[in-house]
């Protein structure tokens, strides 16, 4: 299961950050004019009534996972890809009684988002798959004051994307949307049975008698740099849908401590100068050390070094060249 905030177990999503009550029912909507956006209040009857676009938005057809693909994703899944059987293997475990509970789950306890229930989202998350040319997953929203989103797809049969209540407060429908292609990143590049299966490994190795406490720690910090890779390769997704890096940058910053009552004073140049003194601080020996030993246990890189990673790859030349390879995205949704 692939989620969007740092989790201590990848089995599921684990609270991480608090969620400040709503003092008023006042939000802000993007407003597209022209290749400006503006800002324009909004209530939350209204919040989900027209879909976020803008001039020079853009759809990537036939796009591969390895076109976006982070280079420590990329070295990772390649190792994982030469173990003969692996793939099919980790499939066959998780078969159709793990589908078939985790369905009933979120049908149960979650709102299926469709044309008919919060339709506006369901545009988002339409438009969101168009652009990175992959197929919408189903989409449930799940009530929880945890700000969080995740994804599972069990053998690609029927993968699913939750996302919580509270994230959806937390953010604007641009920053939402950024999420939703994040998500849909984990399934493009087939992250779901790779994380799964590798958990089972690691617990599965916990029960051999003696070396198996060593065998999983080595297994688990493994299966760590691969996924804190994952999420970096997931930012680019969102990047690519929301064409804009301010946008992924400020979900960032409002999981790393924002909420929508300060949405208005939050600074995107002052969070990534904020992660710039971050690796000015862990430079030295010491500071690497204790770097180190505070993100080698997490299951995603810290929000700040995200932030710097796509500020910085949408700055280079591989995302340059897919979008000048993509087409109008308004040209698209009338084919």
Not at 49 to 59: C, E, H, I, K
Not at 160 to 180: K, M, N, P, W, Y
Not at 194 to 210: C, D, E, H, K, Q
Request: glycine share 4%; net charge positive; charged share 20%.
């Amino acid at each position: 299961m692939a989620a969007l905030l740092s989790l201590t177990r990848v089995v599921s999503p684990k609270p991480s950050l608090p969620v400040p009550s709503r003092s008023s029912n006042a939000r802000w909507r993007w407003e597209s004019v022209a290749s400006r956006v503006v800002l324009q209040p909004e209530t939350r009857r209204s919040r989900f009534v027209a879909l976020v676009s803008r001039a020079s938005r853009v759809v990537f057809r036939d796009l591969d996972a390895d076109d976006f693909r982070h280079p420590l994703d990329k070295q990772n899944t390649l190792l994982l890809r030469t173990i003969p059987g692996l793939n099919e293997l980790g499939k066959a475990l998780l078969g159709p009684m793990t589908e078939q509970v985790m369905l009933l789950e979120n049908i149960g306890t979650s709102l299926l988002v469709s044309e008919n229930q919060l339709p506006g989202l369901h545009k988002l998350m339409i438009e969101a798959a168009k652009v990175l040319d992959t197929e919408a997953p189903d989409l449930y929203v799940r009530q929880n004051p945890v700000p969080n989103a995740y994804t599972l797809a069990i053998s690609g049969r029927k993968p699913f994307i939750v996302v919580h209540t509270s994230l959806v407060e937390l953010l604007t429908r641009r920053e939402l949307q950024a999420v939703l292609a994040h998500e849909l990143g984990h399934l493009k590049c087939d992250h779901g049975v790779w994380l799964t299966f590798a958990n089972i490994i690691t617990l599965g190795a916990y029960s051999v008698p003696g070396l198996g406490g060593l065998i999983a720690q080595s297994l688990e910090e493994q299966l760590f740099r691969w996924l804190r890779a994952a999420e970096l390769t997931c930012d680019r997704a969102a990047l690519l849908v929301a064409q804009d890096p301010k946008v992924v940058i400020s979900v960032l910053m409002k999981l790393a401590g924002g909420c929508p009552s300060l949405s208005d004073q939050l600074n995107v140049d002052a969070f990534l100068e904020q992660a710039r003194s971050y690796d000015k601080a862990s430079s030295n020996p010491i500071g690497w050390y204790i770097r180190n030993a505070q993100t080698r246990q997490l299951s995603h890189p810290l929000p700040v070094l995200r932030a710097r990673e796509i500020d910085e790859w949408s700055r280079g030349q591989e995302y340059k060249y897919l979008l000048k390879r993509a087409i109008q995205l308004e040209d698209s949704l009338n084919t």
